[in-house]
């Protein structure tokens, strides 16, 4: 249900059509801290990529959520990169402009 809802708020974001219907899975979290999290990542995708498409699965105890784009990708050489903090790939949002 978090995850639909979050969908219905973007356009351009639409759930896989094999994807398990997500009513009934029970994810144990911080609500706030995963609506915000799933949240930035489907408004990264739909921002930087036009699309937003998303997938929910269950294997045994493990739901598997997916966050597909259609842009370009963050390049091989900076992947390492991307996941310190407060790193922008974007060059146009910086400091300096």
Same mark, same amino acid.
């Not at 219905?8 to 759930?15: I, L, R, V, Y």
């Not at 994807?19 to 029970?26: E, S």
């Given at each position: 249900s978090l995850v639909e809802s979050i969908a219905?708020?973007?356009?351009?974001? %639409?759930?896989d059509e094999d994807? !398990?219907?997500? +009513?009934? =899975?029970?994810c144990i979290a911080r609500p706030v801290a995963l609506r915000r999290c799933i949240t930035n990542l489907v408004q990264n *995708?739909? !921002?930087?990529? $036009? $699309? *937003?498409?998303?997938?929910?699965? +269950? %294997?045994?105890?493990?739901? !598997? =959520?997916?966050i597909r784009d259609e842009g370009p990708g963050i390049p091989q050489a900076k =992947?390492?990169?991307?996941f310190a903090s407060f790193v922008r790939l974007e060059q146009s949002r910086n400091r300096e402009t």
């Open positions: 219905d708020m973007f356009e351009d974001a %639409s759930f994807a !398990t219907p997500t +009513r009934g =899975l029970i *995708a739909v !921002t930087y990529g $036009k $699309k *937003a498409h998303i997938g929910v699965r +269950r %294997s045994g105890d493990t739901i !598997t =959520l997916t =992947l390492d990169q991307v």
